[in-house]
């Protein structure tokens, strides 16, 4: 595995959940111990583990979920804007994943289904407040709204590819995950 040595500068990363579930986060986080190295090289921005509101300029950002809503939109825009190199994290972001199969559904049979007919709702009503993001008629990939730099699949990558590849892109390298840590499930 490549080890990165230690730049002048610390790079910049941004992080972001969009219509993900946090187990692409929770498989970073499986880098354990190696978070620490990870620390000596690299600085967060906007992230779940920070607090910092907005993407500021960045050198890489990293993105798990698909695009869902409006809001989704807005925030991946803002770091495409603000990072040089966009990464595509998990299926749900490389392809829209488990979320996705909304898309043959139908919004309105699928909002019906929860908000009027779910066991146990009684004069249900379909959420309307306007601070709530506008649902897309469907979920779909990174890629269909931006362009997205890497594409890492599976769901969720393994901590181990997750740290391979960050090590690869902070060592100046072209990434590489070799056949053991490429997988899509
Ligand atoms: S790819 Fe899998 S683990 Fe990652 S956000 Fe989607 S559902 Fe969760």
Request: charge should be negative; include cysteine.
């Amino acid at each position: 595995m490549t080890q990165p040595s230690a730049p002048k500068k610390k790079l910049r990363v941004a992080t972001t959940s969009l219509a993900g579930c946090f187990g692409c986060h929770m498989s970073f986080l499986d880098i354990d111990e190696r978070l620490l190295q990870l620390l000596e090289l690299v600085e967060f921005d906007r992230s779940p583990l920070t607090d910092i509101k907005h993407c500021g300029p960045c050198d890489i950002g990293i993105i798990e979920g698909g695009i869902c809503n409006g809001e989704n939109v807005h925030v991946l825009r803002e770091f495409r804007k603000n990072c040089k190199t966009l990464i595509a994290l998990g299926a749900c972001a490389v392809t829209g994943g488990l979320p996705a199969q909304r898309n043959h559904v139908g919004l309105g049979a699928c909002l019906q289904e929860v908000y009027h007919y779910s066991l146990g709702v009684e004069n249900g009503q379909i959420p309307n407040d306007p601070e709530l993001p506008l649902l897309l008629d469907k979920v779909r990939p990174l890629h269909e709204v931006v362009r997205v730099d890497y594409f890492i699949p599976g769901c969720p990558p393994s901590g181990d590819a997750i740290w391979k590849f960050l090590s690869d892109l902070i060592a100046g390298h072209t990434p590489r995950l070799t056949h053991g840590l490429l997988h899509f499930d």
